[in-house]
């Protein structure tokens, strides 16, 4: 760990406490586009390996689609279940699920609890567009323990937004290991929204 990475976190859940203080998610996602864009360009801790960063001009992103925001009531009954992740720096970082997000005319994604210190929701997704138009292995859009959360609403319904999908540190960098979508977080139609396959 080092306190270049803890600015890049602060600096990330800062973004996205922009992101939810914005009250429309068009501009919400521009902000949080350019932010992206910034951090990856200027911080030490970016993803992106050092010979890409020369000729980076911005991370592609898809034009955002209001038809892929939802507020999502979590659907609680479900059948715990586990998944768990080797890593070279952390150990095994245990996942449980604990719900399930029903998002309609596209499909269920498990929601997922961080079993380890400090906990966190995290929401991983991989779509038909996985391996040509997006990141093979699929991409997140919430995982609150890194700061990538975009709220509720008064009623407790969880805001998910396919337009804030992006994706892993693995997908720049194969020194990261990222906890990539399983089975129940696998969509069978496009999600041409977020961010999208790195050229």
């Known amino acids: 760990m080092s306190l270049t990475l803890l600015d890049w976190r ?10 939810r203080a914005d009250g429309d998610p068009e501009s919400a996602h521009e902000r949080w586009r350019r932010g992206r864009d910034e951090l990856f360009a200027t911080h030490p801790d970016s993803p992106l390996l050092p010979a890409d960063r020369e000729s980076f001009d911005g991370l592609p992103v898809a034009p955002y689609d209001p038809s892929l925001r939802f507020e999502v009531t979590l659907d609680e009954d479900v059948e715990p279940r586990r998944f768990e992740v080797p890593t070279a720096t952390d150990g095994v970082v245990p996942f449980e699920r604990f719900g399930v997000m029903h998002l309609p005319a596209l499909g269920d994604l498990d929601a997922w609890w961080l079993a380890s210190y400090g906990g966190g929701l995290f929401v991983p997704v991989k779509d038909a567009t996985a391996g040509h138009e997006t990141y093979g292995a699929g991409r997140y859009l919430l995982d609150t323990v890194k700061g990538a959360d975009l709220g509720s609403t008064p009623s407790g319904a969880l805001v998910v937004d396919l337009n804030f999908a992006y994706n892993p540190s693995c997908a720049y960098d194969p020194a990261w290991v990222c906890p990539l979508a399983p089975p129940g977080n696998t969509l069978a139609v496009p999600v041409r929204a977020g961010e999208l396959m790195a050229p």
């Open 10 to 19: 602060r600096r990330v859940h800062e973004l996205y406490a922009q992101v």
